[in-house]
Structures are given as structure tokens and as C-alpha cells.
């Protein structure tokens, strides 16, 4: 009893300093939520249009279909954005501080730490921006969606599966320390590869395969099916199928546990979880 | 107990030496992290290629990467890239107390900033010409490329320094810089000629992003990389509003730079607070 009362304890205080560090950094997200509002709003016309662009005769009206589909695609990327780039920051700070070796104090394990303390603060910023992004979207354009209950399961699962990633990102963090390039290239991979799940986008065949192994394809092609096509969830197979959500976020959990523990007794090895 | 007064420059070759230092140590900078900048250049490289998906419906076309190349190698690769490696060197300098020391060097503040402007300058050269290659030979994009190309070229690159200058200049001052820099960074993306040429915006979007660095650099590149020559980009307004450009932009940044760097000294903002 006592030993789960410590570990509520120490998992709440985890989640408060993530929250407290999000807070933090409330001037970066308001310099940045305009400009993604602006970046969708224009992008919305230019989405598939490469030959209107090429030629100057872009249409720049504001298509209430398209820019659904690309803040429904937009969206999940600004929790990958705060789940797995800003712990990766928040990470290089504890080490350079010195924290980091507090958390093996802990009775917790030490993953479910470093990435339990950040999601609640990842998902309330995510949240935050999601919701300032759809207040001032849809002040200029109207977006349309379905929303249902059953767009919780594929939000869910890319959830777990977007925490298995940041422990990949979190082990290499502490293993290599200055990975923020790799960070920002492997985020920008994913977004690539998740191209094939918008419904007005034809990528070549070996690329919507590919697709399907990435963290975030598989969910966000679910949510595109209930949100806009009006889809059930739970058809095994196919783009977005459950089966296929599923395993995606079994499978990068365990990579993310697996990975962050093999790099994490690299470092102590090396004792370097504290030095810069 | 007075501490003696550094001796003051003795002439061209201790100036040099004094700039070639600081260029030097960029350059060791750069040797120490190339991990980190191969990824960065990658990283730009599928930003770039992220954008052409989308906009080309699934598909990039050589005509799209033809039009947009000058804007990644010269936005984003390039001004963008300095923009962060300037600020992030002056904080890390102001960090690791070396800043302070290096106000100890008897050469005048502008010697020593030519020296690392000369360093960040090769340094994001390096990863814009990489990336330049890769699309342009991997494309087959095709370019008129003659001596006038220099001329915006140059321009451009001096358009950036400028804004890598300004950046830097206000790490000295503001706090919350990173996210000031990340800011103009996608500024300079989205609307500097990357994603979709300049000429594609509705006006009034087109005025704003001349204003921002290097998009009209893009711009006067672009037009004479497609034949029309110098006289085409100087008919068209770009050449000359890109020189008045790179006149108020570097202006500004060096006053912003000389104001801030006086400002830290005196107030000891050169340290960790």
C-alpha cells in the first residue's frame, strides 16, 4: 500500500513538473500558433495543385473540404511535436542540470517516468493548440467533422504509440545527448510517410507500404475514416485498419521500453547521465 | 590591483590572424558536431521533399523542385541554418564564459564578428550546396547558369548574414530568442520561395514576404536562372529592391549588434545570469 502510495506519489509529481515546464513555455506556443494557423489556412489551396502553382493560377479560396483534411492531418503532429521533440529538450535539460539522476530515487521505473511525467503535459498542450488552431481556422473557413466517441480508440492508440517513439528518442537522448537534428529529421520522416493517409493525396504504391510501419500512419488514416468518411473503427485491415493501429502501438511501446533501457545502461556505463 | 590594457591591433597581419582565428574555431565547430549537421541538412532536405508531396498530390515533379530549389538552398538551407548556428554559438559562448574572454582580444568587435560570420558562412554554404546537388543532379532540374547569376547570388548571401547577424545580435537581449528564430525560420520557409514560388502568393501576400530575408534574393535568382538575365530581374523590380534589401537589413543589424554587444558589456549580460 505504501509503495503504491510512493509511486502515485512520485508519477504526480513527474506530471506536474511536466506541466510546470510546459507552462513555461507558453511564449513559444503563442509566437507559433499563429503562424501554423496561417501555414494550414495557405496551404489549404496549395494542397495537390502543382501545376496550378507552377503556372501562377493558384485558386485562393478557401475550400472548407481541404483544409478539414489537412487540420485533421495537422493536428496529431503538434503531440508528436510536444510528446517527442519538446522531451527530448526537456531531457538534454535535466542532464545538463544535473536532475536526471533524481529520477532513479524514484520507486517507478525510470521509462515510465521520463515518459509518463511528459504526457499529461504533452496532451494539454497539444489539446491547447489543437483547439486555439480550430477557433481560428474555422473563423475563416468552416471545418467539418463527424465527432464520435469511436475517434477515441485510433486517438488513443497513436497516443501509446507516440510514447513508444519519444523512448526511443528519450534512450538516444541520454545515450548520444545533442540528437536534436535526428529529432527533427525523424519527425519530419514521419509526417512523409504519413502522406498517404489524406484521402486527396495518391503517393506511389512502395511509399503507401512503407507508410503503414510509421507511428502515425495507421491512426491518422482511422481518424480520417470516422471523422470524414463516417467509418466505423474496427475493420481489421486495410489503411487505418484496428489490426494495424494495434499492432503499431505494441509494437513502438515495446521498441520504446526495450530501446530506452538498453541505452539508459549504456549511459550509466559510461556515467554520463549527468555530464554535458 | 589595475589589469593591464591588451595591446591594441598591430596592424593587417595580427587583424587577419585575429579574424582567421575566429573562422578557424567555426570551422573546428563545425568539425566537432558534422553529425549533427548531416542530420540538419537531411532534415532540410525532407522538409523539402514533404512540401512537394503535398502540393504536387502525391508526386514531385521536376518543374515544382526547379521552382522551389533556390528557395530551400538559399532560405532555409542557408539563412535559416546560420540564423540558428549564430544565435546558438553566442549562447553557447555566453554559457561557457568564453564570450567575455573573447572581449579581451585587442582586435575591434567587427574583426572579430567578420571572422565568424566568415566560419557560419562556410558552414552553411556547405550543407546549401549539398542539398543543391542532391535535388538539382537528382531532378535533372535544368538551369541557364551564366556569370550574372553571381550577382543575386552573392547579394543573397549577403541578405542572409544579415539576418544571421540580427539573430545573433539579439541573443544578447532577448530572452526567448530560440523561439524568435524558429519563428523567422518558418517564416522564411513557407513564404521565401520553398514551398511555392513567390510569384504564386496573391499580392498582397507577395509584398509581405519581399520583406522578409532572401525572398527577393530567391526571386532575382530565380529570374535569371530561368534565361532572362540580369536586365530580367532588373526590370522586374527584384534587383533593386534586393540591393536596398541588403543595405537596410545589414544596417541594421550591425547597429543592433554594436547596440546590444555595448549594452552587455555594460550591463554584464555576456555571462550566465
Known sequence: ?276 | MTLPAPPAAGGSAVTARIAGNEAGKQGRLLMSRRGLVAFGVVAGGANFVLFRLLIGGGHISTEMVALTLPGLVLGWAFAATMAVQGAGDIAEEVLGGTLEQSQLSPARPSVLLAGRLAGLTGQGLAGAVVLGLVFGVGFGVHYTIGPGVLVPLLLTIADALGYALLMTALVLRVASIGAIVHVFNMAIMFFGGMVVPVYAFPHGVEMFARVLPTTLGVEALSTTLAGRGLGGAWTDGTLPWLIVHVVALGSLAWVTYLNTLRRARREGGMSPR
Open chain 1, 1 to 276: 500500500m505504501n509503495a503504491l502510495r510512493l509511486s502515485l506519489a512520485s508519477f504526480g509529481n513527474e506530471t506536474r513538473k511536466g506541466l510546470l515546464v510546459a507552462w513555461s513555455e507558453k511564449l513559444q506556443i503563442l509566437l507559433e500558433l499563429p503562424f501554423f494557423a496561417v501555414f494550414l489556412l495557405m496551404l489549404g489551396p496549395l494542397l495537390g495543385e502543382g501545376r496550378l502553382v507552377a503556372a501562377g493560377q493558384v485558386h485562393w479560396s478557401l475550400n472548407s473540404a481541404r483544409t478539414s483534411d489537412l487540420v485533421l492531418w495537422f493536428v496529431p503532429f503538434t503531440f508528436f511535436y510536444m510528446q517527442v521533440v519538446k522531451l527530448f529538450w526537456r531531457l538534454l535539460g535535466e542532464i545538463q542540470s544535473g536532475t536526471l539522476e533524481q529520477v532513479y530515487l524514484s520507486p517507478l521505473p525510470s521509462w515510465l517516468i521520463v515518459a509518463g511525467g511528459r504526457v499529461a503535459a504533452a496532451l494539454a498542450e497539444a489539446m491547447l493548440v489543437a483547439a486555439a488552431l480550430y477557433g481560428i481556422i474555422s473563423a475563416f473557413v468552416p471545418l467539418h467533422y463527424h465527432w464520435s466517441p469511436a475517434a477515441l480508440l485510433p486517438a488513443v492508440l497513436l497516443v501509446l504509440t507516440v510514447i513508444g517513439f519519444s523512448l526511443i528518442i528519450a534512450g538516444m537522448t541520454i545515450r548520444w545527448k545533442r540528437i536534436q537534428m535526428f529529432n527533427e529529421t525523424a519527425m519530419i520522416a514521419v509526417m512523409i510517410f504519413s502522406v498517404s493517409a489524406i484521402p486527396l493525396l495518391h503517393v506511389p504504391g512502395w511509399m503507401a507500404d512503407a507508410g503503414r510501419y510509421f507511428p502515425a500512419t495507421n491512426a491518422i488514416a482511422s481518424l480520417y475514416g470516422v471523422m470524414l468518411g463516417h467509418r466505423g473503427v474496427t475493420a481489421p485491415w486495410g489503411p487505418g485498419g484496428l489490426i494495424w493501429i494495434l499492432i503499431t502501438a505494441a509494437a513502438y511501446l515495446a521498441a520504446g521500453i526495450i530501446a530506452f533501457r538498453i541505452f539508459e545502461r549504456a549511459a550509466k556505463v559510461r556515467g554520463s547521465l549527468a555530464a554535458y
